[in-house]
């Protein structure tokens, strides 16, 4: 359909000094919007009236509205002349058709025809939209706008065409300039929509006037940015409609050309351009973004939309619902002249926003989560603008302890997890305790241990802290403390849903004794800068009011950007209702919008009241109820067999459960259909948010958890507990990801291990312990943990393999840290069993280790008659690396003899072993070992040359234990710079 | 090494599918299988390596052919005859 042809006035450069009375009025209109006087129909209309009487062509315009035909003729005015564009043809006034700015037979924009620009192409792709929206925290009460009733306008007004994928809205939660540069480069809007307060400077001094927009600072409060800066961000960007919803943003200074926001941004090329004259009201500008965007979505032409904007706001306070104070009919009937401020100006009315030729592709409802340690957050988190911005601040500075308490699912997790990645953008180390019953959080620390374990000194230090006996809390103390200093005093700990381990009963103590323990010790840590935030349906006993933040009802837009987020089938009054009834709470939305779906009117109608009279914490169950009530057996059968599992699994993980019989389940109701395909119920159930999905960023796989609150409420209604032989099948699937390398995290080792024990596959858990878990925390230095608590329960099993093998790794636990004696007890029992039920390889380990005591004592006699027979065995059952292990064992005996010829011999056959079965951290042991041979016997090129080939080893893999020799070594050497010297050395000898 | 493949695998005693990572940095030097264990059924088996020719630049700028192995496109796993 080609557009008609448009309607051009070119008002005459003199029309000013011929019609005098025109810049009058003009200048009368603007003060009566400047003063907040009522400006009234019948003056817009006598201006109106003034401008078309002043135009020579007038008579013209009958002719070409005649020739439009049936579509909305496009009229131009077009002027190049400064002081001309500042009067207000938006009013104009024809004495047949009426306002030509508002009527739908018309639409009315502005064109420079002095301004030539390349405009940029029109993509055949969805409309993306950037809605940016800055509201600085320092505004007084009055000038506060209400962004977030604007924020909820727009997005119901693209709800529709966003979830057919014909449009993409953007909506960043700060307003600061450096967000809006880079959203406008990253997601390259075609749309850009900002909203906020303009401000408009004429400098008579510096005879200069111009536009400007108050954007947020890092901490929330104005940045006044003026038009040539703002222009600047439009760089390399492809931008075709900027709305400019900001007060005075299309205002002009009669003598200066191409002043003012909207010139300047049209000048920069940017197609078309809306702008509003005058000081808005906020009811009016929410109204006119709604019904804009609304059209544009339609895909009308720019002007075609803004018209319609415009005739949308000819009462706006009418249709807001008045004024609260006034119950005037004419002052809530009246226009305030509203209507006429926005002003569009457009280099070619022709040009589209999008070429909407493209096939959309509807938007995937299920969002994904991420992992936070053990705690499940959305991805994108939108809303609670202000609070969010609020602590950021505060936690910024001196704050430094937060509880955040409130009912399930008004999103405390969301908000506090935001927080933590500010404090971690900030550089802080951050730890997550999940205290929900399936987790446990002492895995956490041990991970925090670890962290300290990287700290060599630091953990010395904390290992004589804890043989001092000290009580738990006072130990836990000493530890924060610690790890507070090797994070250079960047540390922050969460811990989310406390209420697990609380009293039910007021004041809400917290139960658990050790966690007591370690949440004192952070609270004390938190006065030394440790930053701490808590989340729980209660507050704490004691707790500070300052650090105490109960969280409230979101307000509505959140509710909409949630409903938008997930697709969820809710608009209008009943979404409007529904964040009435359940009082913002998040998670009651979503199953509320699940249960309603299929319901009739009456019925809705009954389940709110229902929820209506509820308190608030059972909501959130009673719709989720509703949701599992509507759920049939198969999707039951899947939810019962992810009740096996504590950690999220890929869909293999629920398929290896399929052939496990499934219980009666008195919570499904309906008839079974049987054989249903997994991954389709599972879509199915994600859908209805009972289940959550995350992508595993090690397996790059998509895997699947039962969300927390349905799984307790599950188990809190009757739901079957998982059969020990479903819980088995669970275990086995979670070892076979770790032993087949599918899954070899830390956090899948310990998850595989506590679901293992769980299962009643003890042995399978401690064989698990002895292959996965000793090696890591051995090589963190972590001694102390394992004698006290890993090894312990092994050197009790059943299995005299493992219970051999558990007695020789105390034993060399002990040696590490010193205790010879002790350690030899060990391994002396140790050996025994192995001897007993012929366990050679064991055998040839254990009497390696025991060498090393006498090693360590001088004895080297002894030392090196047990390397033989551990040589003996070694070779006699074929285990190379033992071998090469004992070897290059053999040779520091040599070495210390002062035979350095033998030693040296030893080491090369070592060597040789180890290069031939790949051993890369026994060949960085060998070759160290060699270098210091080298010196000795005055061969310094051969011994760098050793050294410099370890490095190079060590570097690549990262082996922690070596650096650290490399580096000690260096200082040794007197080699400058530490590791930072075998650099340089290592590229010396590449160069050569 | 470190390069891994993801791939629907079927295995040879069961017959039912499962999304597998092959992590080529396993296999040692020579050999043209790769070993895993079926998440169903626990029986071990062996997926065959394809042989893919390849054409590799060498610095001085003359060319040289390579055989690279690759996880084939619907791998399906070998049971040893008599294995345990
Ligand atoms: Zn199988």
């Known amino acids: 359909?080609?557009?008609?042809?448009?309607?051009?006035?070119?008002?005459?450069?003199?029309?000013?000094?011929?019609?005098?009375?025109?810049?009058?009025?003009?200048?009368?209109?603007?003060?009566?919007?400047?003063?907040?006087?009522?400006?009234?129909?019948?003056?817009?209309?006598?201006?109106?009236q003034a401008l078309w009487d002043a135009l020579p062509n007038g008579a013209a315009l009958e002719a070409a509205k005649q020739a439009a035909g049936q579509q909305a003729l496009p009229i131009i005015i077009e002027s190049d002349h400064a002081a001309i564009l500042t009067l207000p043809w938006e009013t104009l006034y024809h004495p047949q058709y009426g306002f030509l700015g508002r009527e739908t037979g018309f639409s009315l924009s502005r064109r420079n025809p002095t301004i030539k620009v390349r405009l940029p192409d029109v993509p055949c792709e969805p409309l993306r939209v950037l809605l940016f929206t800055s509201l600085p925290d320092d505004l007084t009460e009055l000038e506060r706008l209400d962004v977030e009733a604007e924020q909820a306008a727009v997005q119901e007004a693209l709800m529709k065409q966003e979830q057919a994928?014909?449009?993409?809205?953007?909506?960043?939660?700060?307003?600061?300039?450096?967000?809006?540069?880079?959203?406008?480069?990253?997601?390259?809007?075609?749309?850009?929509?900002?909203?906020?307060?303009?401000?408009?400077?004429?400098?008579?001094?510096?005879?200069?006037?111009?536009?400007?927009?108050?954007?947020?600072?890092?901490?929330?409060?104005?940045?006044?940015?003026?038009?040539?800066?703002?222009?600047?961000?439009?760089?390399?960007?492809?931008?075709?409609?900027?709305?400019?919803?900001?007060?005075?943003?299309?205002?002009?200074?009669?003598?200066?050309?191409?002043?003012?926001?909207?010139?300047?941004?049209?000048?920069?090329?940017?197609?078309?351009?809306?702008?509003?004259?005058?000081?808005?009201?906020?009811?009016?500008?929410?109204?006119?973004?709604?019904?804009?965007?609304?059209?544009?979505?339609?895909?009308?032409?720019?002007?075609?939309?803004?018209?319609?904007?415009?005739?949308?706001?000819?009462?706006?306070?009418?249709?807001a619902g008045g004024y609260k104070e006034s119950s005037n009919p004419i002052r809530t009937e009246a226009s305030y002249g509203q209507w006429c401020l926005p002003q569009l100006l457009s280099h070619d009315l022709k040009?589209?926003?999008?070429?909407?030729?493209?096939?959309?592709?509807?938007?995937?409802?299920?969002?994904?989560?991420?992992?936070?340690?053990?705690?499940?957050?959305?991805?994108?988190?939108?809303?609670?603008?202000?609070?969010?911005?609020?602590?950021?601040?505060?936690?910024?500075?001196?704050?430094?302890?937060?509880?955040?308490?409130?009912?399930?699912?008004?999103?405390?997790?969301?908000?506090?997890?935001?927080?933590?990645?500010?404090?971690?953008?900030?550089?802080?180390?951050?730890?997550?305790?999940?205290?929900?019953?399936?987790?446990?959080?002492?895995?956490?620390?041990?991970?925090m241990e670890l962290a300290l374990a990287e700290d060599e000194g630091a953990y010395k230090k904390y290992e004589l802290i804890q043989r001092k006996g000290l009580d738990e809390a006072a130990q836990a103390s000493y530890f924060l403390k610690f790890l507070l200093a090797r994070y250079g005093g960047k540390l922050a700990l969460f811990f989310d849903n406390l209420e697990s381990v609380q009293d039910g009963k007021f004041p809400h103590a917290v139960t658990d004794p050790?966690?007591?323990?370690?949440?004192?010790?952070?609270?004390?840590?938190?006065?030394?800068?440790?930053?701490?935030?808590?989340?729980?349906?209660?507050?704490?006993?004691?707790?500070?009011?300052?650090?105490?933040?109960?969280?409230?009802?979101?307000?509505?837009?959140?509710?909409?950007?949630?409903?938008?987020?997930?697709?969820?089938?809710?608009?209008?009054?009943?979404?409007?209702?529904?964040?009435?009834?359940?009082?913002?709470?998040?998670?009651?939305?979503?199953?509320?919008?699940?249960?309603?779906?299929?319901?009739s009117v009456k019925e809705e109608q009954a389940f709110i009241a229902a929820l209506d009279k509820a308190a608030d914490d059972s909501q959130t169950d009673m719709a989720l109820a509703k949701v599992l009530e509507q759920r049939h057996a198969g999707e039951h059968a899947l939810l019962h067999r992810l009740l096996a599992y504590q950690t999220a699994v890929p869909l293999t993980g629920l398929e290896v459960l399929w052939e496990e019989p499934s219980p009666p389940n008195p919570l499904s109701r309906q008839a079974g259909e049987g054989g249903q395909d997994d991954w389709a119920v599972l879509q199915r159930l994600l859908a209805v948010s009972l289940v959550e999905q995350f992508t595993n960023p090690y397996s790059e796989e998509t895997e699947y958890q039962l969300a927390p609150l349905v799984r307790s409420w599950l188990l809190a209604n009757g739901a079957p507990d998982p059969s020990l032989s479903m819980l088995q099948t669970a275990a086995e699937f979670l070892l076979w990801q770790l032993e087949e390398r599918q899954n070899t995290t830390w956090e899948h080792q310990l998850s595989t291990h506590a679901a293992l024990l769980a299962a009643n596959?003890?042995?399978?858990?401690?064989?698990?312990?002895?292959?996965?878990?000793?090696?890591?925390?051995?090589?963190?230095?972590?001694?102390?943990?394992?004698?006290?608590?890993?090894?312990?329960?092994?050197?009790e099993a059943d299995n005299q393999q493992i219970k051999g093998e558990a007695l020789g790794q105390i034993g060399k636990q002990y040696l590490h840290i010193g205790q010879y004696d002790t350690a030899l007890d060990f391994l002396k029992k140790s050996l025994a069993i192995q001897q007993e039920i012929g366990d050679k390889s064991g055998e040839g380990t254990t009497l390696n280790n025991i060498s090393q005591i006498y090693d360590a004592r001088g004895d080297y006699d002894t030392a090196l008659d047990f390397l033989k027979k551990s040589l003996a065995i070694q070779q006699e059952i074929g285990d190379k690396s033992g071998e090469g292990t004992t070897l290059n064992n053999i040779s520091q005996i040599f070495k210390a003899r002062g035979d350095y010829d033998t030693a040296l011999d030893f080491l090369k056959k070592s060597l040789a072993i180890q290069q031939e079965i790949g051993d890369v951290a026994g060949l960085c042991a060998t070759l160290f070992n060699m270098g210091h041979i080298h010196l000795q016997n005055e061969e310094v090129a051969e011994a760098v040359q050793a050294w410099v080939t370890v490095y190079g080893i060590a570097k690549q893999i990262n082996l922690a234990n070596v650096l650290q020799a490399l580096e000690s070594l260096a200082g040794n050497l007197g080699l400058p710079g530490g590791l930072q010297g075998w650099e340089m050395l290592a590229k010396q000898m590449a160069e050569k | 090494m470190g390069q891994s493949t993801r791939r629907i695998t079927h295995c040879g005693q069961c017959g039912k599918s499962f999304s597998y990572r092959y992590d080529m940095g396993r296999i040692p030097e020579g050999v043209t299988n790769f070993p895993l264990s079926c998440p169903f059924c626990s029986t071990r088996q062996v997926v065959p390596l394809t042989a893919v020719r390849k054409v590799d630049l060498l610095r001085d700028g003359t060319k040289q052919e390579i055989v690279v192995l690759e996880v084939p496109e619907n791998p399906v796993g070998v049971v040893k005859e008599g294995g345990e």
């Open chain 1, 351 to 447: 040009q589209g926003l999008v070429d909407w030729g493209f096939t959309p592709q509807p938007r995937k409802r299920a969002e994904l989560k991420t992992l936070l340690g053990q705690i499940s957050v959305p991805e994108q988190f939108r809303g609670r603008r202000r609070e969010l911005r609020q602590w950021q601040n505060r936690l910024r500075s001196e704050q430094n302890s937060l509880l955040i308490t409130g009912i399930g699912g008004m999103g405390k997790t969301a908000l506090a997890n935001k927080l933590l990645q500010g404090l971690h953008k900030d550089g802080y180390q951050t730890f997550s305790f999940s205290l929900r019953p399936e987790h446990d959080w002492q895995n956490v620390l041990l991970d």
């Open chain 1, 761 to 795: 596959l003890t042995e399978q858990g401690q064989r698990l312990v002895l292959d996965w878990i000793i090696g890591p925390l051995t090589m963190a230095g972590m001694y102390r943990t394992l004698l006290d608590d890993w090894l312990p329960p092994l050197a």
């Open chain 1, 1 to 48: 359909m080609s557009q008609p042809t448009p309607f051009i006035i070119t008002p005459p450069a003199d029309l000013l000094k011929d019609h005098p009375p025109i810049k009058g009025m003009a200048e009368s209109l603007s003060s009566a919007y400047a003063s907040h006087k009522l400006v009234e129909e019948k003056h817009l209309q006598a201006m109106g």
């Open chain 1, 165 to 319: 994928g014909e449009i993409v809205l953007e909506m960043p939660d700060d307003g600061r300039l450096d967000t809006f540069r880079a959203s406008l480069q990253h997601f390259q809007p075609h749309l850009v929509y900002l909203s906020g307060h303009g401000n408009f400077t004429h400098e008579h001094h510096n005879q200069q006037a111009y536009g400007s927009f108050l954007f947020e600072d890092a901490i929330g409060r104005k940045q006044e940015v003026s038009e040539t800066e703002l222009t600047a961000c439009f760089q390399n960007t492809q931008v075709q409609l900027l709305v400019l919803s900001a007060c005075l943003s299309a205002k002009q200074h009669p003598n200066y050309p191409h002043n003012g926001l909207s010139a300047a941004l049209y000048k920069a090329g940017i197609p078309h351009v809306i702008g509003m004259r005058e000081s808005v009201f906020d009811k009016a500008g929410i109204q006119f973004a709604k019904a804009l965007l609304e059209t544009l979505g339609k895909r009308t032409t720019v002007d075609v939309a803004l018209q319609q904007a415009r005739n949308a706001i000819t009462q706006p306070l009418k249709e």
């Open chain 1, 514 to 599: 050790t966690l007591q323990h370690w949440l004192q010790a952070a609270q004390q840590l938190t006065t030394q800068g440790l930053k701490l935030i808590l989340t729980s349906r209660w507050r704490l006993p004691d707790w500070a009011e300052a650090a105490h933040y109960p969280l409230g009802k979101p307000v509505y837009g959140d509710y909409v950007a949630m409903v938008r987020l997930k697709g969820l089938p809710l608009n209008g009054a009943r979404l409007q209702t529904a964040y009435e009834t359940l009082g913002g709470n998040f998670r009651a939305l979503e199953f509320f919008a699940e249960a309603t779906r299929h319901m």
